[in-house]
């Protein structure tokens, strides 16, 4: 018989209270520790990223960020079917213009202004440009684009991985997840510090096990080096 490839939020509580035989008064700590660690996970131990189409605002040529946005993939928009990457410019002015209690852009004080140093051919050639810039504003959560500014584009992001209770945790999670709580749990008072230091290791075990189910397969390695030879003599 075929099982889910997914547990729920909720049934992953469940499963760590029942199979370490927690008592009632650990349910909080075991949620809040299960969300932790599929954060985590998220950050550090994991490719999946979600895809956001996220419309920008015209007035001050921004796009917000997700209310569960930890960490930037990219920034593209779509081009000949494929994805056009923006380029981040670190130096871009991310400020505003309030003018009757209104966001404005004022390009005297460089706000929405494309940046013009480098140039594209000749002598002191500083290489390409994009059609259009971005920048974050993290105070505001949001990223300020400068250029030629579509209507919308596509964010690439790391999720905190949470909504509710019933948000979907891909099965090959799980045996982090336990191994994370029952680790902070051991550093709970009374501390056992043996008990942590057994789980953490199993944690970084199966961490170690998730990166190697993500790598890529030898089919997908054999592709990447083909897509790299041409006709041409080999030097």
């Known amino acids: 018989m075929d099982t889910p490839g997914y547990r729920t939020l909720k049934q992953v509580v469940k499963d760590i209270h029942f199979e370490g035989g927690y008592g009632i008064e650990n349910w ?10 599929i954060r985590e996970l998220h950050m550090f131990h994991t490719k ?11 007035q001050t040529n921004s796009i917000g960020w997700p209310q569960d946005y930890i960490g930037l993939c990219y920034i593209g ?23 009757n209690g209104q966001e404005t852009l004022d390009p005297i004080q460089g706000e929405g202004v494309f940046p013009s140093d480098g140039q594209t051919f000749g002598y002191g050639t500083h290489g390409g440009k994009n059609d259009f810039y971005y920048s974050e504003d993290e105070e505001n959560r949001r ?16 999720s905190n991985g949470v909504s509710d ?3 979907i945790i891909p099965i090959r999670y799980k045996e982090c ?30 961490c170690n096990k998730l990166k ?21 003599y080999t030097r």
Do not use: H
């Open 177 to 206: 997840i336990i191994n994370f709580v029952r680790w902070k749990l051991k550093l709970r008072e009374p501390i056992d510090y043996k008990g942590a230091d057994y789980f953490k290791d199993l944690y970084d075990q199966e």
């Open 28 to 37: 909080d700590q075991i949620g809040q520790f299960v969300i932790n660690a």
């Open 212 to 232: 190697a189910f993500e790598g890529p397969t030898l089919d997908e390695l054999y592709d990447a080096l083909l897509s790299e030879y041409s006709g041409t």
């Open 48 to 58: 999946q990223f979600k895809i956001a189409k996220v419309v920008v605002d015209s």
């Open 143 to 158: 990223f300020i684009l400068v250029g030629t500014n579509p209507s919308n584009v596509l964010l690439g992001y790391i």
């Open 165 to 167: 209770k019933d948000s």
């Open 77 to 99: 928009v779509p081009k000949g079917g494929k994805l056009w990457t923006l380029t981040r410019e670190q130096n871009l002015i991310t400020t505003t213009t309030l003018v």
